[in-house]
C-alpha cells in the first residue's frame, strides 16, 4: 500500500494564478482532509469530505475550493492565488466504513509558495 | 470546538534522558492522536489514543478522557527523537484540532 500520496511535491505560483492539488489514498478510507501548516504552527483544516461526492468546510476555506468525485481522491484548488496561501498543505484520510476509528493518516505534503 | 493545548512548547534534552510531553483538550474527545513531525516535515502516526495506555518501544502514551489531558513519555531519547510532537483531537471525524506543538531537541 502507497498510503496516501500527494502532488506536486513543491510548487511556486505567482499572484493570482491557480493550481490543483491532488491527494490520493489507497486504503479505501470514507473520510479525507485537508490541512494548511504555517510556521510556528499546528495544522488547520481547510476543507473535509466524509465520502464520494461530498465537501464541507473546515476552519479556514477561504480562498480553496475541493472536490470529491472518487472515493480515493480528493483535490484542492486555488482559483487566485495569494501570497498569504503560502504554506506546506497535508492531505490526511481516516476510517473505514464501519470502523470505529477515527485515526488518522497523512501525506508528505505540498510546499507551496506564492510570490 | 475543541481546544487543545500543548507542553511544554520547547524541550532540550540530552541524548539518554527521559520527557513528558503533556496535552490538555477543553471536551470529550473520541479521537486523540500524538504525532512526530521529523525535520523533513514528515508526519508520523505515534499513538491513536482517545483512552487509556498504549506502548510502543521506548515510547508510550496514557489518555485520561475524564480528565481531558493526555501524556505523551519518551525513554531513553535518541537523536532521531528530535523534531515536533503534536497532539490532535476531536469530538468526531470531523473539525480535528491539532495544538501548536512541542519542538524536542535531543542533543548528544
Known amino acids: 500500500n502507497a498510503g496516501v500520496t500527494q502532488t506536486p511535491k513543491f510548487r511556486v505560483l505567482k499572484t493570482g494564478q491557480s493550481m490543483t492539488l491532488l491527494c490520493a489514498q489507497d486504503?479505501?478510507?470514507?473520510?479525507m482532509y485537508w490541512y494548511r501548516q504555517d510556521p510556528g504552527m499546528g495544522l488547520r483544516l481547510i476543507h473535509y469530505?466524509?465520502?464520494?461526492?461530498?465537501?464541507a468546510k473546515g476552519e479556514v476555506p477561504d480562498g480553496y475550493n475541493v472536490s470529491r468525485l472518487k472515493k480515493q481522491n480528493f483535490l484542492l484548488g486555488l482559483e487566485s492565488a495569494a501570497p498569504s496561501q503560502t504554506s506546506v498543505y497535508f492531505c490526511?484520510?481516516?476510517?473505514?466504513?464501519?470502523?470505529?476509528?477515527?485515526?488518522?493518516?497523512f501525506g508528505p505534503g505540498t510546499r507551496l509558495t506564492v510570490t | 470546538g475543541i481546544q487543545v493545548e500543548q507542553s511544554p512548547p520547547d524541550l532540550i534534552l540530552q541524548e539518554g534522558a527521559n520527557s513528558t510531553l503533556r496535552c490538555n483538550f477543553s471536551?470529550?474527545?473520541?479521537?486523540l492522536q500524538w504525532f512526530h513531525q521529523n525535520p523533513w516535515g514528515q508526519l508520523i502516526n505515534l499513538f491513536y489514543?482517545?483512552?487509556g495506555t498504549k506502548q510502543n518501544g521506548r515510547l508510550s502514551a496514557t489518555t485520561v478522557a475524564t480528565e481531558r489531558y493526555s501524556l505523551l513519555y519518551i525513554s531513553s531519547s535518541q537523536t532521531t527523537d528530535s523534531g515536533v510532537y503534536f497532539c490532535?483531537?476531536?469530538?468526531?471525524?470531523?473539525?480535528?484540532?491539532f495544538g501548536i506543538g512541542t519542538k524536542l531537541q535531543v542533543i548528544p
Open positions: 490526511a484520510s481516516s476510517a473505514l466504513a464501519g470502523r470505529l476509528s477515527y485515526e488518522q493518516y
Open positions: 486504503m479505501n478510507h470514507e473520510y
Open positions: 469530505s466524509v465520502g464520494e461526492g461530498t465537501t
Open positions: 471536551d470529550s474527545v473520541n479521537n
Open positions: 489514543i482517545p483512552s
Open positions: 490532535a483531537a476531536s469530538g468526531g471525524y470531523q473539525k480535528v484540532t
